[in-house]
């Protein structure tokens, strides 16, 4: 079950599907802009290879323009946090994205697990 959290305007999802584990950290708005992606530190001592900032990109991009479809839109990142040392699991960051912008868009509570 994913989990959510915010700091600031950053809005915060984990997904843990056994041996994979993406945290995704998106700041997104209706309009394109500059895009900062910040590569956080690693969490624990796991390593799963690296990432690939263009395709980390294009993954959230999928996963935002997923959720527009669905529940109006355009929506675009304005920025991208992940963490250095988690899988480099393109769909699960397209899932991530797609989930913190069906939360955006449902009025949902960043502060707690996902009930649905």
Known sequence: MPSFSQSG??????????PRHVW????????????????????GGC???????????A?????????ARRYGGPLFAHEIHYVANDTPSYDLVARCAFLIAER???????TRPAAD
Do not use: Q
């Not at 305007?9 to 056994?18: A, E, L, P, R």
């Not at 995704?24 to 956080?40: H, K, Y």
């Open 9 to 18: 305007d950053i809005k915060f999802v984990n997904i843990i599907t056994g």
């Open 104 to 110: 955006l868009a449902k009025g949902g509570d960043f």
């Open 59 to 67: 993954a959230v991009d999928e996963g935002l323009a997923e959720a």
């Open 47 to 57: 390593r799963h290879g690296s990432w690939n900032r263009d395709r980390l990109r």
């Open 24 to 43: 995704l950290g998106l700041v997104v708005g209706a309009e394109s802009g500059e895009l900062l992606m910040a590569e956080r530190p690693p969490i």
